[in-house]
């Protein structure tokens, strides 16, 4: 299985938080499936950290690149592809690295790892 982690699953499963689910824990170990983690999941890190928006999360922020590859996961880059489908995305969700993340699991056919329900509703496929 090919899995693109939610930020929020990424900084989980870096620290090792309950918060994850147990289905969602089992396919991240899982060896048999390629992680990955996009561009935009770096950009949300450092912006909200930056802005105090996420206390604990410093070590990571300063060091994205280095803790998703301490995890053997593999880095997505958002492509003008990517970024043209984010942009057409319709519907009222205004968040851009959601939309980003969506429009990578529709072009890469990704499965996301989110506690996010919104995204069913762009026919993504969502691992929780």
Known sequence: MRLLLDTHA??????????????????????????????A???????KARLGKLP???AVAADVVGSVASQGFSSLEITMLHAQRAGRLPGSH???????????????????????????????????
């Open 41 to 47: 999941s770096a950009w949300e890190i450092t912006t």
């Open 56 to 58: 604990g999360a410093d």
């Open 10 to 39: 990424l900084l989980w499963w870096l620290d090792g938080d309950r918060s994850l689910t147990r289905r969602a824990r089992t396919a991240i170990a899982n060896e048999d499936n390629v992680i990955f983690v996009s561009a």
């Open 94 to 128: 205004r968040d851009p690295f959601d939309r980003m993340l969506i429009a990578q699991a529709q072009l890469e056919d990704l499965a996301l790892v989110s506690n996010e329900a919104a995204f069913d509703a762009y026919g993504v496929s969502r691992l929780w």
